[in-house]
């Protein structure tokens, strides 16, 4: 017990102290001409509609979108790279890779996407001066452009997730399961699924919280073009509006640590139901 208390003092001071906070500042509220703080649900109340409601939603929208697609593309790259023939150099590569762009975010990855697919980005101009293709629409300042920027580091991240995961699906599960006239999908269906499920959704739930909480690549690609919630956080906690706003945007931050929450709720039951098959 003595051992973990190192542990519990960062849980406590990291994550509880700053969301207990939130959760009281959420219910203050600041009068903009004497300046005094008084107990209020304004704040509650505004982020359940009008621009706030629409920033949520942008939020889940393209959360859950990259989400679910660094998760598909993540675990088709995890699992060819373990099955190829040189798999050994390519996993190290692979992962090596994974590993540098999964961290690579903020505004020098917005400022890499500009200088090549931007509106004077190199392949651009490439392709529509010397080949005369246009870009069909796609706008890199939108919603499906800030998708694509999001899946740079969302798929490497989903890579370096999954792959212990795919690497503990012992190859006498598959050679038991053939022996006993199971085919490929009757395999998956009950003994690679259930064992991968834990560890897939909670790599989803990872890529989910990492698009959820993005703030530095879409405030450098989009500003404020696309509603999200982090960018109406730094709006509300620097008193752009309003005087007082902070409170705002500390209810706006309230929600999303409730967001997430409700997210990992989800995943541990999703485990708790896995682990009793096991058993």
Known sequence: MLGALPFFLYVAVFLLLPIGVLAVEAFRSTDPVTFEETWSTA????ITGGAFR???????QLSGITAVLGAVLGLALAVAILRARRGRLL?????????????????????????TIGNAGVVTALLSDTLGIGTGGFSLYSMTGLALVYLYFLVPLMVLTIVPALEAL???????????????????????????????????MLLFASAFAAYAT???????????VTLQIADALSSNVVVGAENLGKALALGMVLVVGLVMVFYAW???????WLS
Do not use: C, H, M
Not at 94 to 111: R, W, Y
């Open 43 to 46: 704040s509650i109340e505004a």
């Open 54 to 60: 629409r920033a949520y939603i942008g939020s889940l």
């Open 91 to 115: 996993r190290r590569l692979v992962l090596t890779a994974s590993g540098v762009l999964a961290n690579f975010g903020g505004i020098p990855l917005a400022f890499a996407f500009l200088a």
């Open 170 to 204: 012992r190859p006498q599960w598959r050679e038991a399961a053939d022996n006993l006239g199971a085919s490929g999908w009757q395999y998956w269906r009950y003994i690679g699924g259930p064992v991968l499920a834990p560890p897939v959704i909670g790599a989803t």
């Open 218 to 228: 879409a405030k450098a690609l989009v500003g404020s073009s696309v509603p999200l």
């Open 270 to 276: 999703v485990q708790r139901r896995t682990q009793r």
